[in-house]
C-alpha cells in the first residue's frame, strides 16, 4: 500500500464530503504547493451581461467561478496572497496535522454552500450586489479544525 500523503489524503477527503462541487487538486512539485481548485457553475437565465476579473465580459447561459487555496511551504513557495481566496502554510516535508487538512474540507463545503447560494443570489435581476465572491473567515476554519481534533502529521508527498 502507497504511503499517505497530503493529496491522498486530500482526495480522499474530497471525494468523500464535496460530491457536489467540483473541486481539483493541483500540485506543483518546483513551488512546493498544493492548490485546492474549486468551481462553481449558475445558469445565468437572464443572460445578464457579466464583467469577469480580468475585464472579460459575457452573457453566457452557464457561468463558471473559479477560485482556489493554496497549501505552501513557508520556505520554499512563491506566490501573490491576493491570487487566492486563501493560503494555508504546512511544515515542508513533515506536512500538514489531519485535523487541519479535514477541518479545510468540511470548512470548505460551507464555503461552497453559501457560495452557491450567494453566486445564485448574484445572478438574480432584482440583486444590487456589483461583485461576486466567495468568502473564507480563518477563524471558522479554526473551529472546524477543533471538530476534527486528530494531531497526526500527514506528510507532503516526496520531491
Known amino acids: 500500500m502507497a504511503k499517505e500523503t497530503m493529496l491522498t489524503y486530500l482526495d480522499a477527503q474530497l471525494s468523500k464530503n ?3 462541487y467540483e473541486v481539483a487538486i493541483d500540485w ?3 513551488n512546493h504547493t498544493i492548490e485546492l481548485i474549486i468551481r462553481l457553475w449558475a445558469e445565468n437565465k437572464d443572460q445578464l451581461l457579466l464583467d469577469d476579473f480580468a475585464g472579460i ?13 493554496l497549501l505552501y511551504d513557508p520556505k520554499k513557495s512563491q506566490f501573490d496572497p491576493d491570487d ?22 468540511d470548512y470548505l463545503k460551507e464555503v ?3 457560495g452557491q447560494s450567494d453566486l445564485l443570489d448574484f445572478l438574480d435581476l432584482d440583486n444590487e450586489e456589483a461583485v461576486f465572491e466567495l468568502h473564507f473567515d480563518q477563524k471558522r476554519l479554526e473551529e472546524y479544525i477543533l471538530k476534527n481534533a486528530n494531531p497526526r502529521y500527514i506528510p507532503y508527498p516526496s520531491y
Open 18 to 20: 464535496l460530491t457536489d
Open 28 to 30: 506543483d512539485t518546483k
Open 84 to 105: 487566492y481566496l486563501a493560503t494555508l502554510a504546512f511544515e515542508g516535508k513533515k506536512g500538514m496535522k489531519a485535523e487541519q487538512l479535514a477541518g479545510l474540507v
Open 57 to 69: 465580459e459575457s452573457e453566457e447561459e452557464v457561468i463558471e467561478f473559479e477560485d482556489g487555496i
Open 112 to 114: 461552497l454552500d453559501d
